[in-house]
């Protein structure tokens, strides 16, 4: 088998996904499945889709064209706010899209008349976090404008805490959406099918609340792949947190020096680096750098220490084990590194 490779477990992960529409529906809150962590690769997905999902969500149309072209079939949304530019494959690719911005609307609009469809609208709405959102008081208005559009549907509104202001989304957040959809619904005569209350940080939320709101809808990622919420990183009970293992190759192991010497000045990230001085020390390199993951995501499964990294080397510290050149060591991923893994060409994805 070659390396790098990341090899995908699928069994843990149709475990969770089942698991999570378990817990999930014992609230009456569906799940959209978020396929960008790995760039909606057809296996992988094709096991969401078993486990009940209806809905793949995703942040880049490349990522949906995928999908769509190996045959996969189910609604598409569209996580990241439409560019302008794409509006047109937007409503060929994408069912749906969560918008935040009128002159996007209408262009998807244009578009889905001129294609003879109807494409799927959600509004999001800030509530803190400040990454996507239209500001609560100007909801109103823009629904107006949305209603008055063909070849647009409103499907909803929802809203993403958690990602860029680090915002949790406790029961005030989420009582001021369900607050929102209650008087959307009032003030213009309808019905909005979805309430799309966030992602992988709603658990906590969730497992506390008695009285979910207007909240019917959640779109997990990093749950489903990685079993954790995402306010602490704490696994989900039940779950399993190693669906995703990254394998690499020891190209040289030796006994060395732990203190670098000659003039010390900068490395190849431009930083002047600084080692305690441990003595000889066991040391492997391994057939893996920058250019393959994100070094700092990774976690040895063996009791060993990553030294650091360059691009197409890292160099461990494999304290009281001796490796020889053609080993293989495993890493857990976080979500950063499993992203980077799944998008490098030089990753192997070895699906079990
Ligand atoms: C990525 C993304 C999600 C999924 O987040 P997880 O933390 O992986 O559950 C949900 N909503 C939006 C808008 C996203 O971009």
Redesign the pocket.
């Known amino acids: 088998m070659s390396t790098p490779r990341i090899e995908v477990d699928l069994k843990k992960i149709a475990h969770n996904v089942s698991r999570l529409i378990e817990i999930y529906g014992a609230k009456d809150i569906r799940i ?1 499945a ?1 396929t ?2 790995v760039c909606g690769n057809p296996d992988i997905v094709e096991v969401l889709l078993q486990a009940g999902i209806g809905v793949l ?1 995703d ?1 880049r149309i490349a990522n949906i064209r995928r999908m769509r072209d190996a045959g996969i079939e189910a609604r598409f949304l569209l ?2 706010t439409p560019f302008f530019s794409q509006a047109e494959a937007v409503v060929k690719y994408a069912d749906m899209s ?1 918008n935040t911005d009128l002159s996007v609307i209408q262009e998807l609009s244009r578009f889905a008349l001129l294609q003879g469809i109807q494409h799927g609208i959600f509004l ?1 709405v800030e509530l803190g976090d400040l ?2 959102g239209l500001m609560p008081a100007v909801v109103h208005d823009v629904v107006e404008h949305v209603l008055e559009l063909d070849g647009v549907v409103l499907e909803g509104i ?1 809203t ?1 805490l ?2 860029f202001g680090g915002i949790k989304p406790d029961a005030e957040k989420m009582g001021q959406l369900s607050l929102l959809a209650n008087e959307i619904e009032v003030e213009f005569g309808l019905i909005l099918p979805c309430v ?1 209350g ?4 709603n658990y906590d939320w969730f497992n506390a609340t008695p009285d979910v709101g207007r909240i019917n809808n ?8 990685l079993g954790c919420e ?1 306010l602490h990183r704490k696994p989900i009970p039940g779950l399993f947190t190693d669906a995703f293992t990254l394998v690499a190759e020891v190209i040289e192991s030796a006994i060395k020096p732990s203190f670098p010497y000659g003039e010390v000045c900068q490395d190849v990230s431009g930083q002047v680096p600084q080692f305690p001085d441990l003595g000889p020390m066991r040391r492997a390199i391994l057939g893996i750098g920058r250019q393959d993951v994100l070094v700092s995501g990774l976690t040895p499964r063996a009791e060993i220490d990553i030294l650091g990294a360059s691009s197409d080397h890292i160099i461990m510290n494999t304290k009281n084990t001796t490796y020889v050149a053609g080993d293989e060591v495993a890493f857990d991923l976080n ?1 950063g590194a499993l992203l980077s893994a799944m998008t490098s060409p030089y990753v192997e994805k070895l699906v079990l």
Not at 198 to 201: E, F, T, V
Not at 218 to 225: D, F, M, N, T
Request: charged content about 20%.
């Open positions: 959209s978020v960008k962590v969500a942040s996580l990241r969560l999001m990454r996507e929802g993403n958690a990602c799309s966030g992602n992988s940080a959640l779109r997990l990622g990093e749950s489903i792949y995402t979500y």
